[in-house]
């Protein structure tokens, strides 16, 4: 099977034991991840060739986030490891019942900030690709950032892979100059498939559901396609949070048609972070195993649940595991 | 008061913290622990003279698990340390929410797998007993050691001692050449007490519930009983899994008489193992020490309901704390 | 801002990780608390200067359970250091579900209880303060501690602070051979701001509610104010414990009229001490900042249930953390 | 073989992990140990059946204390649980280079401090044992257990047992009103076996090395023996501590004759604390195994040099690893 | 006693446990320090009262960095929370034997670094102090920080201080445009006590021993002295360092006459970091308290000996232990 | 640059923390180790493309095995996992001083020892490789290992590599109804590079030094290269085992010059597994970038000695650490 490419930056994740505050941490554990890389993660445990592009900083710490997603069978033949650069960070504080989980983020100026476009020889890259994956987090971070994006995008459209985006708006990342508006919307529209919510449609698009629809999702999904003829499937999770612990998500698709999935209730929730990800990562994988859309999303929403279970930004999970929860047994009953 | 007798393989258990996959784990956490011996445990610490019956390999490992238990009081003279064979091992992965727990085991060709069943001396052994318990899983993993359980249960038969089994049928275990059906008959044949769910009684046995039966339990039960006139009691404790972090228990007897427990809610469960073990110590204890089968069976579930928030295989609770619940407060308000 | 000043016991608090009994464990976590240090170190965290007063062995120990306060910005410069006492302990089992966490205090002899009254110089202690903060623990230890505070009681009022008290009634602590009922309403009687449950009520001080009383609390508030006119306003948390894991918490307020909040749910509980200290603080804060005790009493509860998320003794939360909740988001949603 | 007995105090030992200074700590590691208890379970683990009697306080942390040792195969049927009592602490501080462990007690008002002596029947206590041993802590605790031990030798006399002791003069702990001149003497008058330094010879009995001596130990333990005719054989380790991690000692023991064993290089000292009770406890081993006391000084040496290895107060070595040092290869060699 | 006032950056030092590699850890000890904060706390614990002038990020990282130096009782009100800035950070890999610690720095664009001058009012901050220490990483980080110590040397000098710097010349933090050689001279010649060694006095001054000199770090220290006329005393440790885990030290003092002191064998190291801290957080503690450059230059050199024996960035070590170890004990003998 | 081929077992390796006995653990650090798979792993850390060829139980045990060198950069494409197996294991204790490290083993009835010889198609294994790696612990341990080994090395002749084994003869382990004397000429007939001591060569090959011979290893050697003309170059580590703390090590290489380092003195060694592996890695290594065998002996021995310096099986170094090593700095000198 041919690879899918993520592209975007791996961050050092920093996080206090158990409850934790920050501030009373005297040790922290230790985690590598990033949305892109994530999804390459996931995809390579259900067994998918995936490979991951990053530029990353020489030396012990650059090595120690490549290492971290090499463990687990993704390519990082293309990282770029930048001499004199920093890794980007964030800290996280795991939350419970009110109160809610943290991040504090410390990437400014990180490696893959600093990243020369001119390192990624794309066609290179893509050449035994078959998707290319990406999030509107890279483009944010920074101009360069964003040229290799779009050089990465071109080639896979060249190339004719599907290209996929999580258009994650996250407006205080964009702080070198230029704004999402300007940027994203060129780079979406050489997409095939989409994760981006209503709040995110309007914000980045100024997409609003028509007055009359009934079915806000799928009225936002349709605009978007209209707009972006490439586009042929629009997703989001729906996340109703209860509490910190305690998350109910379920999937929508919209692809002329509409489809959702039932509502996944988790308590607890033993970590917050990559849920999206894996909701794409399984996508991804439901894409190219299953004949319909309708058993994709299916199997992304629950490879998602699955992921709020698991210490890390990155899902580990097996094939066997999320059919076990389609074919509806969601007790987690004892295995032995 | 005489000595409660088990029998049976002490394993170690090895687990990543938290909720780690095996996988992830940069260390794990070790207990040790065995269907029978946690019976033992359990009833040391509630005051009941208890002794275990097992082989364990000589050296270390053995010695490490035979000082688990001789450290919670229970009588460990009659071990028998074999040179040259290894430990069984399991590993515990602790799931969440609708991720289940998974045990791998790893315990062919332990010790007690290749015991020497002339090593026991089962009248020196029993000489000061009133109770033998057993499992069905000693005689799923050798001849051996179905050979040493059916001398055991024969000395106590001829000695006069209650005999209790849990007939705990896994069918991956029975790997020698004989067949469970072919070697449990005989031993169940000599117990006074067994716990047995439907779902056993049809695999081991071949008994259905009548078809006539509103209460499948009792029906299964009295034809066990018919079957095996030895038998007196028949236990079982029905589970309803919410998910890994939730159980809902309750307890059911058939003496004759049908009788249950109310159900107990436990949320979040912190360990899913031993609770089997510690409904029949709570049983054992309650038989001993309380004028009525209804008694027993009350004290039986709230004791197994507590094990499932205490970490590893064993059961540490005081007949206080058990008693503190079945006078009605399960709400686990601080003690100070 | 003048200083809140409070007086009382440190001791040190030992636990054993997760969930486990005090007889499994191979470590503890350590952790210093004390029901009025409590309350002052929540008032730090959310920027009210505030001042500590106790006695401590002198030697690492006290010194370590000073420096735990002052790192939180506790000023402990009236903290008495007294050679060749030792330092009050208690250990800590965190339960769950139905298994109740327990505490087993160690704090006889202790330097708090062997202080010398005359060690303190209240006048010089509270000169720039403007409330004075105790509970009935204090005058339960010892009678020099008993003494100690009384003198600062009446500092206080001579120098017409603000002097609040958490009755805190524990049958168990009065051992000197003075009994609470002697030597609480003395020393209430100079209060302005009293936290006093209806059993506490009448308990310590025989009172109980109107036989015609609808409403229990304010009939028993307006007792204790018709008996002690000092005090112009009486709290409480009504706790209803669903299990260890789970507490559903609401504050009361009488000051005339009677006030209380809706009910907050705290599940999964991740440190059940403090929870009431937590609450007082928060509602000295809250009288300190806000025009009305409605506005307080809000403050208050929420920062209790904040209390219940955060492991140790102490409230380590932000003013805007718990301005988020009362503005309604009680959903623990993940802040980037 | 008939039981060696032991008899003193148990205490719960806090340590921070690896090098902390006590103000660092986050958490403590726990060990439960005794000068008299650590050679009952050196003894057990060497395969001697060995029995402790002592006095602990009810509830979880006694119980905790008792299970330490019955784990280790000391037989712990004659230990009394007092209600209402507290268990004696110290804190270990390890220092490493030129910084030097710390011990800060916490011992005072223990379970065993208050003892009642009337609760030990030593008649039967002893019935099984060829040895009783204890030090000269228990008598300075209190005179409650100076009494209790006093019973506790006389019956041993009576019954023909040997009684050593390690006289172990420690002044600070003398404070109930005696001082250990007038309470020792009687004590070691009944002792066949005494650890005693030249220091300890001059604090506690006024005995110094003849003007002349050559020998100063052989000269100490020359007139011990002429004022206390029943003492056989007096032994010491001498230690030079180069620093607190790295320690060498050798043995010395007069029966008449003077005798000493090679120096034991030990780099690094793992954990310094209960290397003389692995001396005493090597010493009874080889005295009950071994045809001439020489040999028992050479076992008792390497036992205690190996002790310095090991975590926490008990020495938990094999007979094997004693005989492979004392056959020459202190080399520590990978064993596969 | 007036205070001592240091002024420079705290970072948050990231450490693998043990001696893992930095690609190995699945964890980081948390620990806060910087040269300047370092000396400032040593002299805390000494009891010399201290406050650190530095600027941090807002939020919870610069809280933690903060609190973590108020916990030892250093004065942490003229610190400054930059909003919108990052902590600077340091990765410390553990070395054994031959392989080598390792730093990794993490530190550019810090809220240090981007500090604003005019924050600090150092007429007020220096008001009731007597010394100001500083040290060469300061002004190297940026020309802001720069520009901060040169206005609190000169308002130090201005009423009247004694200034002390470690000069402290690390290459490849100058990196904004300025050289050490330009800056230093101008900041030094106001200082009164000046640690540099003779690489520095090379490096930064270009002053080489006399071509004649005995004593070449005599004759360095004296040219220092004659180039920059405030100068009284300079000061050096000698190192000599075996392995990662064995240093050699001692002091050098040349005040117009030369002093040494013994050396210091320190093995094992525990922690390498801040030796030369606590040797003159040594240095000023023994210039306040003593009669002769002597004694100060003596506790100064014992102060860091015993530094390397303690984990983290700081000194944690009293009075009477430095002076014990001067008394000639060096042997680090249990101490109970 | 082609790869370098390793063949052998994978085990997982479980050791209690610090020095604590394996009766003592509480919980096991986790790390995957081979004699062969970790000089595979010390390739691909030093830039040489390596890859690893063996069997793997099926599930998570194989997959976490694989996963963890996978991570380190070795190609694991050629693991072959079988479905039903176990993974080997051993439990090792580190001593200290006088006190042994102990490894116990647990490996029986591996997957490696069931492996189906026909799995592995060498030629297309070694097709783009440069040099096949072996170690004497594969024949060791089954007939079908053996088999696939005599495959492998077969194809490597055929195929004109360079094959390298170290003869590592360990009698415990041939349990298979062949003796190590029967198999093991055969296989090294095939090799060109040999490790082999002087006590191996005598065990499996009967050579012993000539009787006049000075340089014993010489003459051992160059009687190994006359019997197995394929041999061209013999290595060996000759060891001195201060104690387990210390170790000093020396390389030897004859070629028919004889050829030796000097000595490298490890103290404190962390971690004494793979001192070997890593030796030959190095010599791998040097072999490949240097243009003399003395330079690769120099090379290798550093690599060995630094490799006692760094936790796990595997030596994580960079050749810039080993060549500042080389060029003569044992000091450990702080790297910033």
Known sequence: ???????????????PPRHQRL?????????????????????????????????????????????????????????????????????????????????????IDSAFAHLDPAAFDWDDILKNAQWLHWTGISPAVSAAAAQALRDGIRAARRLGLTVSADVNYRRNLWQYGRRAQEIMPDLVADCDVVVCSENDADDLFGIRPAAAAENHFASVANQLMTRFPQI????????????????????????????????????????????????????????????????????????????HTIPGDVNLITVAEVEHVLQGDTTGRLVR
Chains 1, 2, 3, 4, 5, 6 share one sequence.
């Open 232 to 307: 042929k499937q629009v997703l989001s999770t729906r996340r109703k949070t209860q509490s910190a612990s305690h998350e109910c998500i379920k999937g929508q698709l919209y692809d002329g048609t509409y489809l959702e999935t039932s509502i996944y209730d988790i308590t607890p929730v033993v970590d917050r972070i990559g849920g999206g990800d894996a909701f794409l990562g399984g996508f991804i994988y439901g894409s190219l195993h299953y004949a319909t859309p309708r058993e994709a999303l299916h199997f992304a929403i629950v490879a998602s649940a699955l992921k």
């Open 23 to 107: 501030t009373q941490a005297a040790s922290f554990e230790v985690n590598y991840g990033g949305g892109e890389a994530n999804v390459g993660a996931a995809l390579a445990g259900l067994g998918v060739p995936a490979a991951h592009v990053t530029c990353l900083p020489a030396g012990e710490l650059g090595q120690a986030a490549a290492q971290s997603f090499q463990r687990l069978g993704v390519d990082m033949r293309h990282a770029v490891f930048a001499p004199g650069r920093r890794l980007g960070l964030y800290f996280l504080e795991t939350g419970a019942s009110l109160r809610a989980s943290r991040v504090v983020y410390d990437r």
């Open 1 to 15: 099977m041919k690879q899918v490419v993520t592209f975007g930056e791996i961050m050092m994740r920093l996080s």
